[in-house]
């Protein structure tokens, strides 16, 4: 089972920490891929983490402002979001999938091939 959670409403320059958690398994080995979906806009990709190498990938859109970690136990992962902006509004997925997911463009800007997923948390950030 995958949960979001830490959503909520913001001020624009304001911050928020999404949480993934995830029970039956641990992210040992896993891509796990923060998505998000803005009304009558198309799913996409904000971040990405190897839980492996715990290398890491952001949309330029981001880049600089979010931040995505994992805990020590391996059960959940973190996205910090910083100086977050009125576009940012939006509901917030978690998806969890083979660690190559990350690397792979189209995979981690889409979410096309991330196989498991979390029911999403709503962002919204006022200006």
């Known amino acids: 089972q995958i949960v979001e959670s830490g959503g909520g409403s913001v001020q624009a320059g304001g911050s928020l920490r999404l949480s993934c958690t995830v029970s039956g398994f641990t992210l040992d080995y896993y891509g796990v891929g923060w998505f998000r979906q803005a009304p009558g806009k198309e799913r996409e990709g904000v971040s990405c983490?190897?839980?492996?190498?715990?290398?890491?990938w952001y949309a330029d859109s981001v880049k600089g402002r979010f931040t995505v970690s994992t805990d020590n136990e391996k059960r959940a992962v973190f996205l910090q979001m910083n100086s977050l902006k009125p576009e940012d509004t939006a509901v917030y997925y978690c998806?969890?999938?083979?660690?190559?997911?990350?690397?792979?463009?189209?995979?981690?800007?889409?979410?096309?091939?991330?196989?498991?997923w979390g029911q999403g948390t709503q962002v919204t950030v006022s200006s």
């Open positions: 998806a969890v999938d083979h660690p190559l997911s990350c690397l792979d463009s189209s995979t981690r800007n889409t979410g096309e091939g991330f196989g498991s």
């Open positions: 983490i190897n839980t492996v190498h715990g290398s890491t």
